[in-house]
């Protein structure tokens, strides 16, 4: 059979440049996967009033630093994995960065942001430094209104909201039947000149007792959510574990370990059909280390309560992955993945016709971790960010744009996927070799700008 011809446009000598060094995540267990197993974000994000007065001051704009300048992390102990970014460091690819820094700048020192361009200079790719990269994502999740006249009372709101969160759902349950003891006293103390010189005893009800098993028992469900906290302990722990900024014995590391703990506590309470699944740490990650290095100090200090919100926000548009009752169903997982085969049935039949025929490779072995993680454990930290640019910025959502960038990865390794057999195939996407994100993310661009006769 005739093999059909590789698209000029894929072989372009554009995209010939010396691939990356060899990424150290590669040398992990291949068989690295999570158990995504239940769904569904609640609405969490209304808001509460504030106490706190507002300033009438202008919110910040991010600063542009000098353009010969790299801005380095706040942190001096921090690794920062965004500076070591080899595809990205030619000349001509400085100055575009620069030009679409200005824009971008430009862009968010409007009145009222302008939407439509911000999604079109983000889906490019936001440059590193300034601060940009923090603002844009909250603006693209919806955290942050259009109108920049209302970011701090907005802040403030959700600000306030998280810190209420976290005095209800943190708090162990001595410290919550210590004070109702406390209110109860008053209550006996104050009723005592109405008595008849009788000491009352202060009653344990069902609820506050540690052996109740009564459903509405604080006792009782604290153990039951210590399963689940020991569980999250464990993953956030595992997170990134190659980066200072996670898993360093510094006292910021821990403290930022902390505040990764606290978001999913928080939103597994919140949301008791959802949960926690392993592999949220994953997804959350990315969130608060942009939004903790913002150069912005308010910005950095609030970076868990924000990060909690924009955490919400950003599951809500593929929270149906995380529910196994919906695994099956139109909208669960293995739908999504059926959609990646179509797709990549539709630009290249060979290609997936020797994966899934001949080798019978399932695309559930490689593409449920690609998909439920959002291709954060894929690629090393820093391209990871570039493709959560243009993930964020598709107005629709992340799916579509994330099963073109899926297909894509496919595509460019289609030479040694067709001289594979299923062991050598599943190892390579299991794997994925390191790869330039730009070609990668030009050629998921094509897939949605081209019919697929003219792609192959």
């Avoid at 706040?74 to 080899?86: F, T, V, Y």
């Avoid at 190659?242 to 919140?270: G, H, P």
């Avoid at 449920?368 to 454990?377: A, P």
């Avoid at 990865?409 to 190892?427: C, E, H, P, Q, Y």
Wanted: proline share 6%; charged share 25%.
């Amino acid at each position: 059979m005739m093999k059909k011809r590789v698209p000029d446009w894929l072989n372009s000598s554009l995209w010939s440049s010396t691939p990356p060094p060899e990424d150290d995540r590669l040398n992990r267990d291949a068989s690295k996967s999570t158990t995504t197993t239940t769904a569904a974000t609640s609405s969490t994000s209304k808001s509460t009033p504030s106490s706190a007065a507002e300033s009438p001051v202008e919110p910040p704009v991010p600063v542009s630093p000098p353009a010969a300048v790299r801005r380095e992390p706040p942190k001096p102990e921090i690794r920062d994995p965004l500076s070591n970014n080899d595809n990205r460091s030619s000349a001509s690819s400085s100055a575009e960065e620069i030009s679409r820094q200005s824009q971008l700048l430009q862009e968010l020192s409007k009145k009222v942001v302008n939407m439509g361009e911000l999604r079109r200079l983000a889906s490019q790719g936001i440059p590193d430094g300034a601060g940009i990269r923090s603002t844009v994502w909250k603006l693209l999740l919806g955290y942050l209104p259009i109108d920049r006249g209302l970011w701090s009372s907005e802040l403030s709101k959700k600000r306030s909201q998280y810190k209420h969160f976290k005095e209800e759902l943190l708090m162990n349950p001595s410290e919550i039947t210590r004070r109702l003891d406390q209110s109860a006293s008053l209550e006996n103390e104050k009723s005592k000149s109405e008595c008849s010189g009788l000491l009352s005893r202060l009653e344990i009800t069902e609820g506050e007792h540690p052996l109740s098993l009564g459903k509405t028992s604080i006792w009782n469900q604290f153990f039951q959510d210590t399963e689940i906290i020991e569980q999250i302990d464990r993953d956030v722990k595992r997170t990134h574990p190659d980066m200072n900024f996670f898993s360093a014995d510094s006292e910021f590391a821990k403290s930022n370990q902390e505040a990764l703990k606290n978001i999913l506590i928080i939103f597994a309470k919140l949301n008791p059909g959802i949960r926690y699944v392993q592999g949220m740490n994953e997804i959350l990650a990315p969130l608060f280390y942009i939004f903790k290095n913002d150069p912005n100090e308010e910005y950095a200090t609030f970076a868990e309560a924000d990060t909690f919100f924009c955490f919400v926000e950003l599951l809500s548009g593929f929270r149906d992955h995380f529910c196994q009752k919906l695994d099956n169903s139109v909208v669960g997982i293995r739908s999504t993945i059926t959609k990646l085969s179509q797709l990549l049935k539709e630009h290249d039949e060979e290609l997936w016709r020797h994966l899934e025929v001949t080798t019978k490779v399932n695309p559930q072995f490689y593409a449920f971790r690609w998909i439920t993680l959002l291709l954060s454990q894929e690629f090393n930290f820093a391209d990871s960010l570039l493709i959560w640019d243009t993930l964020l910025s598709d107005p629709e959502g992340p799916q579509e744009t994330l099963l073109r960038i899926c297909c894509a990865m496919l595509i460019l390794v289609r030479r040694r996927l067709l001289a594979g057999d299923f062991t050598s195939n599943l190892k390579l996407l299991q794997n994925y070799p390191p790869t330039n994100i730009s070609h990668l993310l030009y050629v998921a661009n094509k897939l949605c700008t081209q019919p697929a006769r003219q792609i192959l």
